[in-house]
């Protein structure tokens, strides 16, 4: 278990800029930095991060925290995994106990999958390095390949022995169960049998975009026709292949730096453009491209360049792949590179400056490139011209800038020969059909404005469900301010006025037992109970506590209340144009909110009296009723003249 001191240190030394910085490509506004959410699909930024108060909110889908969650959240990390990671990045000291099998049956499957993976590695790298067979077969070939000691080390390359069990056996001596070694694909079992799913392979570790191992790719060395060239680990808790990309861990920084991805296939495709120093590539590993990936791609770029071996068939079979990257708005150029040359070959060929000038000179707009090569198929024959026009029109509509779609048309009009009308026409076809298809049995020539919700709530029903604001509002101004000090004024010995300070958390809190309030929202009752228990000890707890709060709810409605979507521009201040800003009227804030509450809960305790009154037909009874009515009306009607309010009912 990490001791509490070394928690403190990890979450004190974090900066959640840089954190959340490895993963999603941010930009400031202002004093906070906004980005695409990587945890729902968006093509406007709404995720935002705040270096001051060391939080994240996205204003999208909701999810807000601080480093640590955000770690746990994106890589389904326990606690403390996170932990570890973040440990890791920034270099802080934590002693690890060795895992007894006792142990590892307490924590979780997935925990139990990425320690047997990081296992796994260990062994097929020392097995590279540090074995003879590992060394005479491994290691010859992939210094027969021309990859270098530093590119072998660093892409964590090993070797799987030809023993048909012998990682299974040494996993087992080392507290693994079978159990854990099949379900992690490591090991294959067939009725009484286990056996390495990898042995005899040149070994690729597939890493998260967090740098944790989750699953392997391995490469046969002989010529046996029954197996496989390639297998890659089966989809297990922890690796799912459809949401990796081979290269990405290493890649993720230089695709910010230079503003685009290069895709590969293979995974010495990657290897080899990192030997040449080009570190912006990553390889979808013989698939096509899925959402998930293309997501993954966008949190650092909107640019992608495609790289191909020139085969026509191939090229073609990926088209679906690249459509579904236009959907989601990104900019696509393809590169064929020379006959019987590939990624991988040409960059361990030729100079690292012939393969950037080759991308950079022979980089093709997709569609332009797509509508050139279906073009050549067409020559003298109407009807598979006619066959290419629609499926050129299908690609441009995928695009969601009505800018872009338009430019395209006109640049396809010219290649294919057919006025932009038509093109246009076809476009808007496939848009409209669309639309409909996402709101069936609506004319959207219609207006819809008469749908209505058929059950709305009754006035009082409204009044009495709407106090939530002003609890929010008052907790709000407990988190924010709770130890800032404001001034009241009070009558000393001798009936003067006189200066009273005060805290904001003591003063709220005092008020609130006094009048006997409650919170009716149990979230933010459990807060104020918290403040509660802290006034009685004269402390005041701070924000930090509360963004780091055990209770995950707590902490997710803190961060929600300190985040806010609107931030002043820089250029206001540089401008000396003043904004009153609320630091800056704290003590008219906190009156206010008390007194909104007050009023709140006064309309609450007033209705449900009234409705009491209608149900009974005692005289004496009515009379109580009717006096208590006027006091609470009074009471009300002199704090709604304190806000400025007018009282209608």
Same mark, same amino acid.
């Given at each position: 278990?990490?001791?509490?001191?070394?928690?403190?240190?990890?979450?004190?030394?974090?900066?959640?800029?840089?954190?959340i910085?490895?993963?999603v490509?941010?930009?400031?506004?202002?004093?906070?930095?906004?980005?695409?959410?990587?945890?729902?699909?968006e093509?406007?930024?709404?995720f935002?991060?705040?270096?001051?108060?060391g939080?994240?909110?996205?204003?999208?889908?909701?999810?807000?925290?601080?480093?640590?969650?955000?770690?746990?959240?994106?890589?389904h990390?326990?606690?403390?995994?996170?932990?570890?990671?973040?440990?890791?990045?920034?270099?802080?000291?934590?002693?690890?106990?060795?895992?007894?099998?006792?142990?590892?049956?307490?924590?979780?499957?997935?925990?139990?999958?990425?320690?047997?993976?990081?296992?796994?590695?260990?062994?097929?790298?020392?097995?590279?390095?540090?074995?003879?067979?590992?060394?005479?077969?491994?290691?010859?070939?992939?210094?027969?390949?021309?990859?270098?000691?530093?590119?072998?080390?660093?892409?964590?390359?090993?070797?799987?022995?030809?023993?048909?069990?012998?990682?299974?056996?040494?996993?087992?001596?080392?507290?693994?169960?079978?159990?854990?070694?099949?379900?992690?694909?490591?090991?294959?079992?067939?009725?009484?049998?286990?056996?390495?799913?990898?042995?005899s392979?040149?070994?690729?570790?597939?890493?998260?975009?967090?740098?944790?191992?989750?699953?392997?790719?391995?490469?046969?060395?002989?010529s046996?026709?029954?197996?496989?060239?390639?297998?890659n680990?089966p989809?297990?808790?922890?690796?799912?292949?459809?949401?990796?990309?081979?290269?990405?861990?290493?890649?993720?920084?230089?695709?910010t730096?230079k503003?685009?991805?290069?895709?590969?296939?293979?995974?010495?495709?990657?290897?080899?453009?990192?030997?040449?120093?080009?570190?912006?590539?990553?390889?979808?590993?013989?698939?096509?491209? !899925?959402?998930?990936?293309?997501?993954? @791609? #966008?949190?650092? %770029?909107?640019?992608?360049?495609?790289?191909?071996? =020139? /085969? +026509?068939a191939?090229?073609k079979?990926?088209?679906r792949?690249?459509?579904?990257?236009?959907?989601?708005?990104?900019?696509?150029?393809?590169?064929?590179?020379?006959?019987?040359?590939?990624?991988?070959?040409?960059?361990?060929n030729?100079h690292?400056?012939?393969?950037e000038?080759?991308? !950079?000179?022979?980089?093709?707009?997709? @569609? #332009?490139?797509? %509508?050139?090569?279906?073009?050549?198929?067409?020559? =003298? /024959? +109407?009807?598979?011209?006619?066959?290419?026009?629609?499926?050129?029109?299908?690609t441009?509509?995928?695009?969601?800038?009505?800018?872009?779609?338009?430019?395209?048309?006109?640049?396809?009009?010219a290649?294919?020969?057919?006025?932009?009308?038509?093109l246009?026409?076809?476009?808007?076809?496939?848009?409209?059909?669309?639309?409909?298809?996402?709101?069936?049995?609506?004319?959207?020539?219609?207006?819809?404005?008469?749908?209505?919700?058929?059950?709305?709530?009754?006035?009082?029903?409204?009044?009495?469900?709407?106090?939530?604001?002003?609890?929010?509002?008052?907790?709000?101004?407990?988190?924010?301010?709770?130890?800032?000090?404001?001034?009241?004024?009070?009558?000393?010995?001798?009936?003067k006025?006189?200066?009273?300070?005060?805290?904001?958390?003591?003063?709220?809190?005092?008020?609130?037992?006094?009048?006997?309030?409650?919170?009716e929202?149990?979230?933010?009752?459990?807060?104020?109970?918290?403040?509660?228990?802290?006034?009685?000890?004269?402390?005041?707890?701070?924000?930090?506590?509360?963004?780091?709060?055990?209770?995950?709810?707590?902490?997710?409605?803190?961060?929600d209340?300190?985040?806010?979507?609107?931030?002043?521009?820089?250029?206001?201040?540089k401008?000396?144009?003043?904004?009153?800003?609320e630091?800056?009227?704290?003590?008219?804030?906190?009156?206010?909110?008390?007194?909104?509450?007050?009023?709140?809960?006064?309309?609450?305790?007033?209705?449900?009296?009234?409705?009491?009154?209608?149900?009974?037909?005692?005289?004496?009874?009515?009379?109580?009723?009717?006096?208590?009515?006027?006091?609470?009306k009074?009471?009300?009607?002199?704090?709604?003249?304190?806000?400025?309010?007018?009282?209608?009912?």
């Open positions: 278990m990490i001791s509490r001191d070394t928690v403190d240190n990890i979450i004190s030394t974090i900066r959640i800029e840089e954190v910085g490895d993963f490509t941010l930009r400031r506004r202002g004093v906070n930095l906004i980005g695409l959410c990587p945890f729902h699909n093509k406007t930024p709404s935002t991060v705040s270096p001051a108060k939080i994240y909110k996205c204003f999208g889908c909701g999810k807000a925290g601080n480093g640590v969650n955000f770690v746990m959240e994106h890589e990390f326990s606690y403390p995994e996170a932990l570890r990671y973040l440990a890791n990045k920034y270099q802080i000291e934590i002693e690890e106990e060795v895992q007894t099998a006792e142990m590892q049956e307490q924590i979780g499957e997935r925990e139990v999958l990425f320690n047997l993976n990081q296992f796994a590695l260990d062994f097929f790298e020392k097995t590279l390095h540090d074995t003879e067979e590992g060394k005479a077969i491994g290691l010859s070939y992939l210094k027969e390949r021309g990859i270098r000691d530093d590119i072998i080390r660093k892409f964590k390359l090993g070797y799987s022995p030809s023993t048909w069990d012998a990682f299974t056996e040494h996993a087992k001596k080392h507290g693994y169960k079978l159990e854990a070694l099949v379900k992690s694909g490591m090991t294959i079992q067939k009725e009484e049998r286990a056996y390495d799913r990898f042995h392979r040149v070994i690729f570790p597939i890493l998260s975009i967090s740098g944790k191992v989750i699953g392997f790719g391995g490469r046969i060395l002989t046996e026709k029954n197996r496989s060239k390639y297998v680990s989809e297990s808790e922890v690796y799912n292949k459809s949401k990796s990309l081979y290269g990405i861990y290493f890649a993720r920084n230089s695709i730096a503003d685009n991805c290069y895709l590969v296939e293979g995974y010495t495709d990657v290897i080899s453009f990192h030997q040449a120093g080009i570190e912006n590539v990553v390889a979808s590993s013989g698939t096509s491209l !899925t959402h998930d990936q293309i997501r993954m @791609i #966008l949190r650092y %770029t909107k640019q992608i360049t495609i790289l191909y071996d =020139g /085969d +026509p191939g090229i079979a990926s088209f792949g690249i459509d579904m990257i236009l959907e989601e708005g990104m900019d696509v150029k393809i590169v064929l590179f020379p006959d019987g040359e590939d990624p991988d070959s040409y960059s361990r030729h690292p400056d012939e393969v000038e080759l991308i !950079t000179k022979h980089a093709d707009n997709f @569609i #332009l490139f797509k %509508t050139r090569l279906l073009l050549e198929e067409t020559k =003298g /024959d +109407p009807i598979k011209k006619a066959s290419l026009i629609k499926e050129i029109v299908n441009i509509s995928l695009i969601p800038d009505a800018i872009s779609r338009t430019l395209y048309i006109k640049e396809c009009s290649l294919m020969n057919v006025p932009e009308q038509v246009m026409n076809e476009v808007r076809k496939i848009l409209r059909a669309k639309i409909k298809k996402q709101m069936p049995g609506v004319d959207k020539s219609e207006d819809i404005g008469w749908i209505e919700d058929t059950a709305a709530p009754s006035q009082e029903e409204i009044d009495l469900i709407s106090d939530e604001y002003q609890e929010r509002e008052l907790i709000r101004q407990l988190l924010l301010y709770g130890r800032e000090e404001i001034v009241l004024m009070r009558m000393d010995e001798d009936g006025e006189v200066d009273f300070p005060l805290r904001v958390a003591d003063f709220i809190v005092a008020d609130i037992l006094r009048d006997e309030l409650e919170f929202n149990a979230l933010y009752s459990r807060i104020f109970t918290e403040f509660v228990e802290a006034h009685q000890r004269d402390e005041v707890p701070d924000n930090t506590y509360f963004k780091l709060h055990r209770d995950p709810e707590i902490a997710h409605a803190t961060i209340m300190m985040v806010s979507q609107y931030e002043l521009s820089e250029n206001w201040e401008n000396s144009i003043i904004v009153d800003e630091p800056m009227h704290i003590k008219e804030l906190v009156l206010t909110a008390m007194l909104s509450f007050k009023a709140k809960k006064l309309d609450k305790i007033i209705t449900a009296k009234q409705k009491e009154m209608r149900e009974v037909s005692d005289q004496k009874e009515i009379n109580r009723l009717l006096g208590e009515l006027r006091d609470l009074a009471s009300n009607i002199q704090i709604n003249k304190e806000l400025g309010r007018i009282i209608t009912k």
